[in-house]
């Protein structure tokens, strides 16, 4: 990062919320933990912050009521909910009062990073991630969308090509779990959406076949790794 993002964590539960803002911490974030909507609230009202992450269900004031209020003082500062509730007017009442993600508990940590970093690209123009990735003899450029090999014709990526490459080259020779990729970039992960992220893997490894020495596994009931 180019300068050290500041995150304002609201979240009742103690030990989620002290786990939360240590990982955060030490992925180079500077991380305020408030435990309930008000005091939340103050620390906003007293402080400036690039990106918001509240848990719905809080005492003194609840996400929703707090994200209303913060959204009269600042429309632009990035809003991610934290829930436990599924339910879809839930989710839609989170994104009537401001909200620009939400995630439903229980989530990684790894999730939620990914979640931060996508809100602040899209946000902010921060350079939280690389522009460029080497692949064996590819070079994918995420800015432009494309993937090139040695001086031929670029290919031009679909912004979902483009996004689930881009998680791959983040978790190069790691897994990427299914859920999470889906969660991130689909936002649901339901079958249809599953069906649909195996559709793009297929793309993408039709993309990269001219390289034997970069390949895109199934691993078995977790994700898809890049191999290279």
């Known amino acids: 990062m180019d300068k050290e993002q500041k ?23 500077d ?10 609230y103050n620390t906003f009202v007293s402080g400036k912050f690039d990106i918001c992450i509240f848990d719905v269900m809080m005492p ?8 209303k ?22 989710i839609l009442q989170g994104f009537k009062v ?6 439903s508990k229980p989530f990684s940590t790894e999730e939620l990073l990914l979640r931060i970093e996508a809100i602040l690209r899209r946000t902010s123009g921060a350079t939280v991630v690389q522009e460029t990735y080497v692949l064996g003899k590819y070079k994918f450029d995420t800015q432009k969308q494309q993937l090139s090999l040695g001086d031929g014709e670029p290919i031009k990526l679909t912004t979902k090509e483009s996004e689930l490459l881009k998680l791959l080259c983040l978790n190069a020779n790691k897994v990427l779990e299914r859920n999470i990729a889906l969660k991130t970039i689909w936002v649901d992960d339901n079958y249809f959406n599953a069906r649909s992220m195996d559709v793009y893997i297929t793309k993408l490894r039709k993309h990269l076949k001219d390289d034997p020495t970069v390949e895109i596994i199934n691993v078995h009931g977790k994700g898809y790794k890049l191999v290279m």
């Open 98 to 103: 401001g909200a620009d993600d939400y995630l």
């Open 60 to 67: 003194k004031k609840d996400g929703f009521t707090l994200a």
């Open 7 to 29: 995150i304002l964590l609201a979240e009742d539960e103690e030990t989620l919320g002290m786990i939360l803002s240590e990982h955060l911490q030490a992925k180079g974030y």
């Open 31 to 40: 991380t305020t933990l408030t435990t309930n909507g008000e005091d939340a």
């Open 69 to 90: 209020e913060i959204r009269m003082l600042d429309t632009e500062v990035p809003i991610v909910f934290l829930t436990a509730k599924t339910m879809k007017d839930d």
